[in-house]
Each structure stands twice: as structure tokens, then as C-alpha cells.
């Protein structure tokens, strides 16, 4: 069985690759491809999720104990 490779685009926000796949994956009859289309779709969301919450500014680094001498 040969897999077909998805396109990704990187011109396009995260938001609307997702929404973009999301349209294609309508528009793809059920199968695998299909299946393939929501699940990027979901990891782009995902994505942009966390990258939101690793820039956001409420964000703080870890600290380390103080050791005593």
C-alpha cells in the first residue's frame, strides 16, 4: 500500500491550515485519507496551543532551590 504525503503550508496561520484541511477533509470521501486530513488538523491546533501558552507572558521560568553551604 502506498501512502500519499499530506502538504503542509507554511504561508498559512495555524488556524487557518486547520480550517483549510478541514475543507478538504469534507470534501475527501471516509477513509484513510480523510482520517489523515482531521489529524493534522488536530495537531496544528494543538500546536498553536501550546506555542500560545509557551509565549504567553504569564509564563514564567523554572527556578532552582537555593542550596545552603
Known amino acids: 500500500m502506498k501512502q ?12 487557518a491550515q486547520a480550517e483549510r ?3 478538504e477533509a469534507r470534501g475527501t ?5 480523510r482520517d489523515q486530513l482531521l489529524r493534522r488538523a488536530r ?10 501558552r509557551a ?5 514564567k521560568p523554572p527556578t532552582t532551590p537555593a542550596t545552603e553551604t
Open 29 to 33: 470521501p471516509p477513509g484513510v485519507k
Open 4 to 15: 500519499e504525503s499530506l502538504v503542509y503550508r507554511f504561508d498559512q496561520s495555524p488556524p
Open 21 to 23: 484541511l478541514r475543507k
Open 43 to 52: 495537531q496544528i491546533e494543538t500546536a498553536a496551543r501550546v506555542q500560545d
Open 55 to 59: 509565549n504567553s507572558p504569564g509564563l
